[in-house]
């Protein structure tokens, strides 16, 4: 498999990791959950991210689900979240998986990071623990990391760090971000890959600033991929119109923490997962929300009528 | 004018507050404002919120501004605003408005408040603060104010504290905090009312758990308007097409920090106030924001019609 | 009075806000603790900060507060602290404070400050608002504020904003910071004075990196000024085996929050101000904490007779 | 080995984990300081907990560290910190160091909690998670990890769940919940082990209020023994004696990431380690920290002399 690079586009999809109601990872659904992602239109897959509930896996279990995923992705870059309290623990899982043929690993900075000076040193750092020439995505998530990274802290690490080749974009609000960012690549700065996150919730505006695609889990990755060859082919009407029906869905999938039961019902519903169920701790989507989802994709069915 | 009560319902417009480019207050545009917020539905309004600028204000000038809003307001009741880092503070601003014609005042949490003693016993004080049967709404929005309140302290302060008449429900996700408290209250506990902020993003849910409407600041309050009035009707898919066709602004707006220019923005484009400035600090919305903004409003145009 | 430079030195000790039982502000002991900081070796007072219990102060309270220490400390530079959420609030109160005889105004970041770039303009626009040509006292807390200021920043802010002319320093660990700020100034850097909080638990250390002197409010004032006399007389041993008297006292009086009360409740017992009540929310020290607290004054003062 | 129980006492030093300079573990040393620890009067040891660097060390490391000290210790009660951003790697490491022979495991409550439910529940998992039966040490150090656990979530945790036999009390301030606790229990609750953290800072009225002894890493472990051994024999006296001669010292090293560098220092210099070094990241004590801690240590030295 190829190593990530500045000029990756497109739709990474981010992988839930499927259980069994006991807690065990269910390995078949996790064949099934990346052949349906890749039927949908992923261009890429990332695993062991927070939507892929890794910090509750133990290294082995991270290993072998990578394994897994790697393989049955074929051609298709797989990138391997790798965040962790220390460096040690980077440096071993990206080492493993990178063997395993992963296309690079994402790291989020540790919420203990404040000033600049912390948040660049740390990625030198974690760039070193990555591996040598390891490809790294920067993912900027400061709802969930506490971490808010300035612009500038960005150029420089993009200056500095030739191992950063990709952002998973999902400050919040972060448009005014990527819109810096490519002026400072206009300017001659080294141009980085932009996938975006945040479920997807700000799509259109992200591909009309300049972002090369999305890096998200949405259950309905289909979107995510017309959202993004439509404003690539120039037509952002139609780009809208596609992503507007879904956003009721998207913006009650975005929630925090909630979010995820209810990712992996729609999952399971549409048959990509046998099982629903959430590693402890973590709930099931309440019976309420179950109701508020199936009429959000019974409304959405009837709406995509409308549209084509 | 009459008091704020539990049985209270509607849409309690969060009023900005317009400013001159020079920074001064503008009056007659708060006129303005208020003239509009009615006009398109509003049954309440709220001033001094977050989105009101109320810490960029000195206490004269809020003073001023609760007097005009609550003349101008007429019948309509007026909550105020009033978290202040301190009691003093609070107890202060609290029977100032209150002598001008206030129906209540509303009060988050300060951040530092960390467990769930601390915080029952903040609003017990805050209540004897804001002074003796001031109706006070609660604010919980822990996105802003870092406290996250469970749903077994907001029943302890229900019980506890009946001037506690109202939820200002912004938790995010939220949902299952307004089943919580309607079935405490099915179970023989006082009933409050709940409105719900968030810019109204999960409107139509939240009132099929049982809010009572909302208290938001979105720049169309007329939707706010609609989605209550024809949820309350029992018409919920008409509601939530309505809502869905404002919902890709809704989420544009709700943008924390950088929505409150764009909402200024759409006020002005709406005629309802002369000019969009912040006051410092705070930037007015990036020319590339207008551009997004005013395309998702003529979509909003174009889809409305649809609709009709 | 004469204005804060970047030349003060000595002992700025932070003043309690002394209050009657009932909560009302006790003016008679406002003054007589006035007198006693003086007697007792301040070279400074500092009113209006943290442990003045500010925050639960009206405006008028303040402004009463404000005249009153500046009318008794008589040529002593008295610094007030105007650190508000809003500039609005912090430009009344300095205006207010400059006209009566203030020496300059003291300003610690507001908690929703992250970024180099965010400390960095908050400072140029906190000093534009506490008005054309007013000192400031830059307060480095981040235990108290979160908000962490890298010494790069620090230098910044040196550099570009002439109006502040001190660094009220008491990050902790805070003693590299001292260093750096002092080899920038050895580079050519603007030099200001530095004033140690923190209880002065590490001022001979301080001493020794270059500070110029404290600015905490430890009931003992005598204490640090004796260290700081010492220390600049270069007899370093002596100032640290007066320091160490009092170190167990010190590190009491230095518990974020409880130590208000103890601190209070000395400064009873020694016959400075009236009662040791705090406004509410605060509660008193505890039986056991006086008990404490008495056990240490008298082992203070059987060590002390050994040190003469 | 025997199980850690309630009845727990005396002082469990918090190992540092020791590394060559090129950040590899020193095992020699590991051996070394372990029996240091020993000759200066533990009676118990506690590893991989914040300041041995646990979260820089893979799991095999973590393993391999337990597995010597474990061996080395003898008789000694071994307590291993197994806190982890997720219950699986908690399992797993408790199930594999209760397998090497560790006397029970540490757990600090993650970040992420907020309120008393949270937090209740979070224990009644990480109980499961670790074992059944595996004598859990509830560590409540709330400056670091930002977790405020009130007294009654305490007592609830201390009633619900027999596995947790000690409180690691690192609160700040924390007196008062040691009282609440001991009060608690002459109610009938069950009483469980109280050490102290904190580098020891307010050791002498830990023991005034109830506490067991200390668990913590100050670098001269002697003088925690001698000021638990005294208190427990009412020399109330001699105990502060030998507790303020230390105490510029234990100050010193207790800032807040700079004191390990520190710490590891004076090993070093007084024999016990091999290397001072930390891994990566953390930078060794500058050279005017060291020449600070030099002469603290000379002055510690006379003044022992004196109290002879």
Known sequence: MSLLTEDAKGVFVISVTPFHPDGTIDFDSLDRVTDFYIEKGATGLTILGMMGEAPKLTQAESRAVAQRVIARAGDLPVVVGVSAPGLAAISELSKSVMDLGAAGVMIAPPGSLKTDAQIAGYYSQACAAAGEGVPVVLQDFPLSTGVQIDPAVLNRIVQELPQVVMLKHEDWPGLPKITALRRAEAAGQRRISILCGNGGIFLP??????????????????????????SNAGDMDRAQDIFDAYLPLVRYEQQPGAGLAVRKYVLQKRGAIASAALRSPGAPAAPEAIAEVDRLIARLTRRLKELT
Chains 1, 2, 3, 4 share one sequence.
């Open 205 to 230: 505006e992200e591909m009309g600033r300049g972002a090369d695609g999305a890096m998200t889990g949405f259950a309905f990755p289909e979107m995510l991929r017309q959202v993004v060859d439509l």
